[in-house]
């Protein structure tokens, strides 16, 4: 009935989800792991696993149109799900007045070459960065991310790689290196329990591929409400999310919006599995109410 979808590049199930799939079995709902690849037939699918979706896009927005159109359900709604693929749904959010770290698109074609590293160097110098982190606008776990100075030659990240989706430019948070990402798990909309992702000393960048620890925290109130804040800005409410931010003082600072298929560090507080499958079994019975 339920598919928690894993992918090619890291197709077996996560330790940290079999006692969820073990708490959905336990109230009815046979829940198997496979592939997204593999386009699962069965009528519900959580796509919490597909890691590797930002190297196939297009096939990935493909599957999601496909299972639709055969009449299966992501319990994420599926235009939040294309929305959030593209980190241009940052300048979404600032639009609606949520405190996002600044960020600027810069457009690009095919290959990564000499105008770009020229247009990157003027954005920072029109915006007065000292330094800049560069990301894919459609990237995951860290892949292809590099942190430059204004005025310095800017190194190879993306020699000869293709950047037609665009790169997303921020200021570099030096705050991050000692305070590390606070994500905040919400569901339907309420927050649920949070971790700080704690970069090792002499890496900046907190995701996992990078050694960073993870940490369960109680994030201050401040934190929770603009996480929730963020959620309720959206056309519709997941059933998901993660907010990622950066604590500056008083200021949560929102890093990304993870509606696909984020790590809800679901094993570091002892009720979140439980809460989550109550969650999912609910979505589950709304939409077959509504068939």
Sequence with gaps: MLTITTCRCYSEAPPNLIPLAQALQQRGIDTHFDTWQNAPQTPFILP?????????????????????????????????????????????????????IPTEFLPCDGQFGEAHRQALQDILSSKQWPEAVVKPAIGQSGKGVCKIRAGEALGEAWADSDISDGLMVQPYIRDIEQAGETSLVCINGRFSHAVRRQPPQGEWRA?????????????????????????????????????????????FLLNELELIEPALYLHTCEPATARFAEAVAARIEAIQRGM
């Design 48 to 100: 919490l696993c597909a890691w590797d979706y930002a190297d196939q896009p297009a096939a990935f927005a493909k599957w999601i149109d496909d299972a639709i159109g055969n009449g299966q359900h992501f319990l994420n709604p599926p235009e939040l799900m294309r929305w959030n693929m593209d980190k241009r749904y940052l300048t979404d959010l600032a639009a609606q007045g949520i405190n996002v």
């Design 207 to 251: 995701n996992s591929a990078y050694g960073v620890a993870i940490l369960p925290v109680n994030p201050p109130d401040f934190a929770v409400a603009n996480a929730e804040a963020v959620l309720r800005t959206l056309p519709t409410m997941p059933l998901y999310a993660r907010v990622d931010g950066t604590l500056i003082g008083d200021t």
